[in-house]
């Protein structure tokens, strides 16, 4: 499984960007896709989480509080990509973004992209 993420970029404080993620490969179920990152001399964070439903539940997002009601996370599952939406950004904000995939319980990685806001 290889996913490929985008999006990224250099913004000013309050701007939005938004990031791209699409998996490609070998891939029967998707259980999540969702967002972290890591900002320097930090430890990686998640940001978003897209969880999907069951039988019995509707699919069910989570965020990081830090983010909530600034980003949105959503999916496509016709193109097994994941989108982050990051609005009245925040030079907190700044991190290597990375997204991944639970499939069958695994755990694939992107490579990051950089986000950055000034000031």
């Known amino acids: 499984v290889q996913l490929q993420a985008s999006g990224g970029g250099l913004v000013q404080a309050g701007g939005s960007l938004r990031l791209s993620c699409a998996a490609s490969?070998?891939?029967?179920?998707?259980?999540?896709m969702g967002w972290f990152r890591q900002a320097p001399g930090k430890q990686r964070e998640l940001v978003a989480l897209?969880?999907?439903?069951?039988?019995?539940?509707?699919?069910?997002?989570a965020y990081a509080d830090s983010v909530k009601g600034r980003f949105t996370i959503s999916r496509d599952n016709a193109k097994n990509a994941v989108y982050l939406q990051m609005n009245s950004l925040k030079p907190e904000d700044t991190a290597v973004y990375y997204c991944?995939?639970?499939?069958?319980?695994?755990?694939?990685w992107g490579q990051g992209t950089q986000v950055t806001v000034s000031s």
């Open positions: 991944n995939v639970d499939i069958g319980f695994r755990i694939h």
């Open positions: 490969g070998s891939i029967l179920r998707v259980n999540a």
């Open positions: 897209h969880t999907t439903g069951t039988m019995l539940t509707d699919d069910s997002t």
